[in-house]
Each structure stands twice: as C-alpha cells, then as structure tokens.
C-alpha cells in the first residue's frame, strides 16, 4: 500500500503544478478559460486532500445506522454523534463516539454476552476470519467486532461498549 500513496501523491502534486502554471499563464494571457480549468485543477486536488476533514464534518446519523448494521447493532432510541475522527491515506481510520441511551446501551450488552460466540479476548490466540461477527469481552469494556472484504479491501469493525457510560466509541479501518 506504500506505493500506492506514493504514486497518489505524485499524481496529485503534477495535477497541483499543471493548475498553479495554468492559472499564472491565463493571468498573463487573460484568458478566461484557462482560469477556469486551472481553478477546476486545483480545486479538485484541494478536495482529494482534504476528503478525511470532509468526512469528519459530513458524518450523519443515517451513517453510523447504516455502519452498525454490518455488526448486527439496532439502536431503538435516539442517539448523538458526540466525536468524529478520520485519519489516514490509503489506510483510513474512522473513529466515531457516540451517546447512547441506558436502555440502548444494556441491551447491547446483553446481546453481546448472550451470543454463542461471546467469550473473553485472549491476544495470544484470537485470528479474526472473514465475516464472522466477535462479540468480546476486554478487562475495561465489551466489543463486538467483524472483518470482511469489500471491493478488495479489508474492513475492519469494531463497537466498543464501557459498562459506565452511555458512550459507543465505533472504529472502522480500511487497509
């Protein structure tokens, strides 16, 4: 994956230093045209650059329903997006908070220990297999978690439940 970004930077600052050209050219030249093409450049290669801030701000309710739904978690009630941090290119992480009600909160506890698979995370022996669903419990919170692959690229996601808030702090990383 490291060429990948190479390559992606690359190609990213050609396209910054044809629109910076072309917009210094049309400037000298008045061209019209050329400003707009060279403010369209530069424009999107701005907003390839910033898609993990574009993210960060964009994330809605709908989203974090949708997200939840590859583990099988229902929220009943009404929740609140309390965090939202994106991070990494071409290997992105997703890290979300959100406030959850009591009520919601137990009963995802419950269905997690509950399950036929839960048990306690053992780092010396946990392999994680495509699409199977997790349902944990670490010494300071419960998780679920899964892995599967999705237009050849590994998602990870984990929810992590602490028994003594109201928060769900949701993880989603794409290698």
């Known amino acids: 994956m490291g060429m990948i970004f190479i390559y992606g930077l690359v190609f990213l600052l050609i396209f910054l230093s044809i629109g910076i050209g072309l917009f210094i050219y049309s400037i000298r ?25 574009i993210d960060e701000f ?3 309710k709908n989203d974090i329903i949708i997200e939840l739904k590859y583990l099988g ?23 979300t908070e959100v406030e959850i009600t009591q009520k919601d909160k137990h009963r ?14 053992d780092y010396r022996n946990e ?25 050849d ?7 992590y439940i602490d028994e003594n808030a109201n928060i769900i702090k949701y993880q989603r990383i794409e290698e």
């Open 127 to 151: 392999l994680f297999s495509d699409g199977v669903v997790y349902n944990l419990k670490y010494p300071e919170f419960y998780s679920r978690e899964i892995l599967f692959i999705l237009d």
């Open 58 to 60: 964009t994330i809605s």
């Open 108 to 121: 995802i506890i419950s269905e997690i220990t509950n399950s036929a698979n839960f048990r306690s995370f």
């Open 153 to 159: 690229t590994p998602i990870r996601i984990c929810v």
């Open 29 to 53: 030249i008045s061209s019209k045209i050329g400003l707009t093409i060279s403010v369209i450049l530069i424009l999107l290669v701005t907003l390839v650059s910033l898609t993990n801030t």
């Open 73 to 95: 978690i229902e929220l009943k009630d009404d929740f609140e997006i309390k965090n939202n941090k994106v991070s990494g290119m071409p290997e992105r992480i997703q890290e």
